[in-house]
């Protein structure tokens, strides 16, 4: 499918998205930013977020705004905060764009340091877990929520030696899914996957450090994909598992 998106396709609406700072989920915001949107920018270091706000801003975009979070650490109070936060600085919320993980070691399971994996879940599981939980009764009451996961092949089928990272990317396309199947015939929220495969992103290097980079697409060329799903047009899908194939 070919998808060109109008350049007012997400006009008024607010879309949060973590790991704002860099990768996928820089370019998702600015992307977003420039159809309409006004984004707000949540990752955990607080100078790549004023960068891509500042990019934002210097284009002309609506302003974003930009939420500080370790998803690393517990953030039962920080995701709290948030909700209040967003509710009383944009009054509504249309999308939440699951960005942020981490990759954690490439090692046989019975090496895997204890330590790291708790960390890797709780960023890739926990805290998706708790935003969505907490941020769900503003996705309802918009006329056109979404929900979206941004998973990994490892997620849709765990690999030897990748450890927490693909159980959590497993559990969390379980997650996605169990709320899908919820909401199929009670509400307009439509929640999907995204596999982006193979892309230009610090991830990328550290799971494949012998790869050419410039042999691998960059960010920029899944945002047609990445559109379509947080904006009207994709009124009708819902449940599935969308990889770059399908541009």
């Not at 509504?92 to 764009?97: A, E, K, M, S």
């Not at 990317?169 to 709320?179: N, R, S």
């Not at 982006?196 to 960010?219: H, L």
Request: charged letters at 20%; a negative charge; one cysteine or more.
């Amino acid at each position: 499918m070919s998808y060109q998106a109008r350049i007012d396709l997400l006009k008024d609406k607010v879309i949060l998205i973590t790991g704002a700072g860099a990768g996928i989920g820089r370019v998702a915001a600015i992307s977003c930013a420039q159809h309409g949107a006004t984004v707000i920018l949540l990752g955990r270091t607080t100078e790549k977020l004023e960068a891509v706000y500042d990019e934002i801003v210097h284009a002309g975009y609506p302003e974003p705004g930009i939420v500080p979070m370790d998803l690393a650490q517990p953030i039962d109070a920080d995701a709290e905060s948030l909700v209040e936060a967003v509710a009383k600085n944009h009054g509504r919320l249309d999308g939440l764009l699951h960005n942020a993980a981490i990759l954690g070691d490439r090692v046989p399971f019975d090496h895997y340091p204890i330590e790291q994996w708790n960390r890797v879940m709780q960023v890739n599981m926990h805290a998706v877990f708790l935003l969505t939980r907490l941020l769900m009764p503003m996705l309802q009451k918009s006329d056109a929520g979404r929900l979206l996961f941004t998973s990994s092949s490892v997620g849709a089928e765990p690999r030897a030696y990748w450890g927490a990272y693909a159980v959590s990317k497993y559990a969390m396309e379980g997650m996605a899914k169990l709320i899908a199947d919820e909401l199929e015939q009670t509400s307009r929220i439509r929640v999907n996957i995204i596999n982006p495969g193979g892309t230009r992103t610090s991830m990328r290097v550290a799971a494949y450090p012998a790869e050419d980079p410039a042999t691998v697409k960059p960010p920029e060329d899944l945002m047609p994909l990445y559109l379509y799903l947080l904006g009207s047009d994709s009124q009708e899908e819902h449940g599935r598992t969308f990889t770059a194939d399908w541009l």
